[in-house]
């Protein structure tokens, strides 16, 4: 899929890399509960960086782990 560490990756480029949908990663975005981004102009991107922090920071270990984190 990427052959070069980009500067910046295209919200379609994370939705796929991600496994989502354009739809769900952009009502993530209204909600603040997706990975960091920029506007360049009119253009939604983000940084690699930004995404693989975004996923280790939610990672957990069980079901009861998940609703704790979000209370």
Do not use: F
Not at 13 to 34: C, D, H, N, P
């Amino acid at each position: 899929m990427i052959t070069q560490n980009p500067i910046v990756l295209s919200a379609e480029q994370v939705a796929a890399w991600l496994g989502l949908s354009r739809s769900t990663l952009a009502k993530m975005r209204l909600s603040g509960a997706g990975p960091s981004y920029s506007k360049l102009g009119r253009r939604v991107v983000y940084r690699p960086e930004d995404i693989e922090a975004w996923v280790t920071s939610n990672r957990y270990c069980s079901t009861s782990e998940y609703g704790s984190a979000h209370e």
